[in-house]
């Protein structure tokens, strides 16, 4: 983990202003406002229907804000669709992988190097290779991807995202759904992705996987900051504890028999648009 003074010396690779966003009279979004660092990972938590997916959607373009701005690498993107913003260098996961059944596991990232970063030829068949190396799928490269399991399943979404060649990578709940050796394995690969040295954005419920890696832990209530700072401050907050982990009473973290959430590894109700895919 990069040390934090280092972190806090660099400029903001990626701004949220004050953003804001609403479906009809329901406020999901509402001015938020952070920041994150080049090679910095922040972790993102927050009940069912906090807004955290509505959030990825803001950051990557495939929804609009009604308020605020998104500025990345110190540009303005806020008016910029998905796919500029993915040439620009944000690429995003989806808690639900649908990988091209159809195709190989190749084929599959192929498709995130060409259309995604508009790469072509040698170029994309590097970009490929590179993300399927850096998640551990090189050598199924050949596979169908409708004979993977949930677990590399989940690894090609990641590598679908890489072979855009991002310097933001959004993780939406990428651990949900696995075994405990599953996660850990998972883990691993997030840590290889993360020596390629880009910054992280990670939803997850898990919340002993984010503690064992995240910088910085952002709380989102309502679609509100609730908390953000220290990881393991925020969890420890009563204020968390009571929205989050449905406690009264401050205990112990998550990991040390805790109590998590209820369903830890259910589906954001505010995501289900976010995973359909054109």
Not at 135 to 164: H, I, S
Not at 174 to 192: H, K, N, W, Y
Not at 227 to 239: I, K, N, Q
Request: glycine share 12%; charged share 25%; aromatic share 4%.
């Amino acid at each position: 983990m990069p040390e934090a003074p280092l972190l806090e010396r660099r400029a903001p690779l990626l701004e949220l202003r004050g953003l804001g966003k609403r479906f009809g009279g329901l406020v999901v979004i509402d001015d938020l406002s952070t920041t994150l660092r080049p090679g910095e990972l922040l972790g993102v938590v927050g009940p069912n229907g906090a807004g955290k997916s509505t959030l990825f959607g803001l950051i990557a373009g495939d929804l609009r804000p009604d308020a605020g701005s998104v500025i990345f690498d110190g540009s303005d993107v806020t008016s910029l669709r998905e796919a500029r913003r993915c040439r620009a260098g944000i690429g995003r996961t989806y808690q639900i992988p649908l990988p091209f059944a159809g195709m190989t596991v190749f084929e599959n990232v192929l498709v995130g190097a060409t259309h995604g970063r508009k790469a072509r030829g040698r170029a994309a068949y590097q970009l490929g290779q590179r993300a399927l190396d850096t998640v551990g799928l090189l050598p199924k490269a050949n596979e169908q991807a409708a004979n993977l399991g949930l677990l590399d399943r989940k690894r090609l979404e990641m590598a679908r995202a890489l072979a855009t060649d991002p310097r933001l990578l959004l993780l939406d709940e990428v651990a949900g759904g696995l075994t405990e050796p599953e996660v850990q394995e998972l883990m691993a690969t997030i840590a290889q992705v993360r020596s390629r040295g880009m910054a992280i954005i990670w939803i997850e419920h898990i919340v002993d996987a984010l503690l064992s890696v995240v910088d910085r832990l952002l709380c989102l209530a309502a679609g509100r900051v609730l908390m953000e700072g220290d990881p393991a401050a925020v969890l420890a907050s009563r204020e968390v504890q009571e929205v989050y982990l449905g406690t009264t009473e401050a205990g112990p973290l998550p990991g040390q028999d805790a109590a998590g959430p209820a369903d830890p590894n259910s589906a954001d109700p505010d995501s289900a648009d976010q995973d359909r895919r054109s």
